[in-house]
């Protein structure tokens, strides 16, 4: 039977992420939810920073899990299924057109940003805490992030922070007890490609010391992106950036 998850509302903080760390050290294992209004620091993948204004939700579940290091990666695939599935839920149960997932760690409409996971982690020698921040926009897009982004109040999905956090609270529960600490993750995997692009789609991937250009081939068993690459080979990919690409720009660089 599903447990209800503590939860925490702030009027401000820096981030949630980094109030959930902060909380850890001091002796709390969660799970705990922590919701801020606004975020005064918001931060995403590789440190950047964005708007975090009130209307939209700012969340972090702060929970201790005995998984091994090597499956802490997935949870951001896992993080964005449940996502994918709130949203649809918020949307009394129907995705609204154009809901994808977008590896490793953004939800989009379309080509445009509306959520976005930021999965942190202290590994300890028998289990890791873990910080499993999500942003969500509901009511507004912050228009200074590099590339499109848009907001569920666009798309006919009418929502508050509070009502999300419950839907995401839910399907987060759901997702990680199916993923059982990375031995479900074959399902997890399964459930990601059916809300992920389209195999063959053109994409590029920036992983900070190369840009590798070309079509989508999966995931592979550990949650790692899969890239087919001009040349024709087959580029296993564990971190970077991942752009979609227009159909005419495959293998281009």
Known sequence: MRQRVRTIVLDETGSTNREAMARAAAGESGPLWIMARRQTAGRGRSGRSWASEPGNLYATLLVRLACPPAAIAQLSLVAGVATYDAIAEAAAGRAPAGLRLKWP???????????????????????????????????????????????????????????????????????????????????????????????????????????????????????ALLIKDGAGRQRIVTFGDVSLLPVDAEGKS
Do not use: Y
């Open 105 to 223: 760690n953004d939800v989009l409409i379309g080509n445009a940003k509306c959520a976005g996971i930021l999965a942190e982690s202290i590994i300890g020698s028998d289990a890791a805490t873990l910080a499993i921040g999500v942003g969500i926009n509901l009511s507004w897009h912050p228009d200074n992030l590099g590339r499109e982004a848009t907001h569920l109040a666009l798309h006919g999905v009418a929502t508050t922070p509070d009502a999300m956090l419950e839907d995401l609270s839910r399907t987060m529960q759901e997702r990680l007890a199916e993923w059982g600490n990375g031995v479900g993750f074959a399902s997890l995997r399964q459930a990601w490609l059916e809300r992920g692009g389209q195999l063959g789609e053109p994409c590029a991937v920036d992983t900070g010391t190369e840009r590798i250009a070309g079509a989508f081939a999966g995931l592979d068993e550990s949650g």
